[in-house]
């Protein structure tokens, strides 16, 4: 068995959080280190690292709560803007490696910074790509 991520333990209750919604499928608590007031973390019980090895019926259950997660986040900070960010491997700046979604409301200056240097594709670059995501879909 891998050693248990710290979400694994919040799960197993043998590290506290600070817990605002739970089910028999998801978790919700405060992240410990808040971009801003009321930055929440929605993790699935299911332990794996990356949302493509996620399997649908715990994916289906993130997706119904998320929104109502949300909003009450929303609600509690007064936010009426918020990042929805969920982050896959070392280098897309995960640190925890255990399925997690963040929902970070933007309050004035506070919230997640984005950076996003957009580019271009070359020509045909784009159909052929859309023959091969099908192709796997
Ligand atoms: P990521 O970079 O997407 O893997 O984000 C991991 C997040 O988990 C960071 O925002 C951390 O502040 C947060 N975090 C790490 N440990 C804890 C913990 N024990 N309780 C709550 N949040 C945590």
Redesign the pocket.
């Known amino acids: 068995m891998p050693e248990p991520t ?1 979400f694994g333990k ?1 799960l197993d209750r043998e ?1 506290p ?1 600070h817990s605002v919604y739970e089910d028999d499928h998801v978790l919700a ?5 808040p971009l801003s007031p009321g930055h929440t ?1 929605v993790i699935p019980k299911e332990r794996v690292a990356f949302l493509h090895e996620l399997s649908d019926d715990q994916s289906a259950a993130i997706g119904r709560v998320l929104p109502r997660i949300a909003r009450a986040v929303l609600a509690a900070t007064g936010a009426t803007d918020y990042n929805l ?1 969920q ?1 896959n491997g070392a280098g897309a ?4 490696f255990h399925v ?1 979604f ?1 929902i970070i409301p933007k309050l004035g200056k506070r919230g997640l910074g984005v950076g996003w240097k957009s580019t271009s594709l070359e020509a045909g670059e784009t159909e052929e790509l859309v023959v091969k995501i099908r192709a796997q879909l």
Do not use: R
């Open positions: 710290i919040i590290i959080c608590f405060l992240d410990v280190n973390l960010l982050n700046h995960q640190a925890v997690h963040h």
